[in-house]
Antibody, heavy 121, light 107 residues
Framework: EVQLLESGGGLVQPGGSLRLSCAASGFTFSYYSMTWVRQTPGKGLEWVSTIYGNGAFTYYADSVKGRFTVSRDNSENTLFLHMNSLRAEDTAIYYC??????????????WGQGALVTVSS | EIVMTQSPATLSVSPGERATLSCRASQSVSSDVAWYQQKTGQAPRLLIYGAFTRATGIPARFSGSGSGTEFTLTISSLQSEDFAVYYCHQYDDWPLTFGGGTKVEIK
């Protein structure tokens, strides 16, 4: 059974940093691209970033480019999202999701339960 | 950026009735559209990919159609567990984008 479990969310001040983790199990993690999607009540679902299975390629939404970095540790079956220079508008539930292929840019066949990030002073 | 526009925003349907949800892309996305169901407090769940292929374990009452810029998700006979928010998603080009959602509520 595929399982994705996010952690690392919380309250952070504007300008601060946070690292989200997503522990994966139930599939061969290194084979598949992984994606971060966030959700706010006002803006719905927003794609944030994708990383290929081998980590060779990464993609970012313009809204986070230069501030967020996606990475993965295939030996530990874990996906990361390093978030710097956080803004109030980054407040959202962050989901990690699995791509059905090793190259990214596809639909998302499994999602984690989400981690809440709140940026506020 | 490809904008995905869903309509209606809210759909009121009685159990057992048919629900038809629409999604329009601002430019052609071929058949690279997925649909997700999201219940309150839960993560989205994949229903349809490739515009019309049901994901594993999805009941046959869910069907998708369309190509290019116009897409439809049909729920043939609504069950109580189908009342939720539904999102379309295009993966034809970066950035990946989602529609704003259609809430299917009990009439």
């Amino acid at each position: 059974e595929v399982q994705l479990l996010e952690s690392g969310g919380g309250l952070v001040q504007p300008g601060g940093s946070l690292r989200l983790s997503c522990a994966a199990s139930g599939f061969t993690f290194s084979y598949y691209s992984m994606t971060w999607v966030r959700q706010t009540p006002g803006k719905g679902l927003e794609w944030v970033s994708t990383i290929y299975g081998n980590g060779a390629f990464t993609y970012y939404a313009d809204s986070v480019k230069g501030r967020f970095t996606v990475s993965r540790d295939n030996s530990e079956n874990t996906l990361f999202l390093h978030m710097n220079s956080l803004r109030a508008e980054d407040t959202a539930i962050y989901y990690c999701a699995k791509d059905p292929l090793t190259s990214g840019g596809h639909y998302l066949d499994y999602w984690g339960q989400g981690a809440l990030v709140t940026v506020s002073s | 950026e490809i904008v995905m526009t869903q309509s209606p925003a809210t759909l009121s349907v009685s159990p057992g009735e048919r629900a038809t949800l629409s999604c329009r892309a601002s430019q052609s996305v071929s058949s690279d559209v997925a649909w997700y169901q999201q219940k309150t407090g839960q993560a989205p769940r994949l229903l349809i990919y490739g515009a019309f292929t049901r994901a594993t374990g999805i009941p046959a009452r869910f069907s998708g159609s369309g190509s290019g810029t116009e897409f439809t998700l049909t729920i043939s006979s609504l069950q109580s567990e189908d009342f939720a928010v539904y999102y379309c998603h295009q993966y034809d080009d970066w950035p990946l984008t989602f529609g704003g959602g259609t809430k299917v509520e009990i009439k």
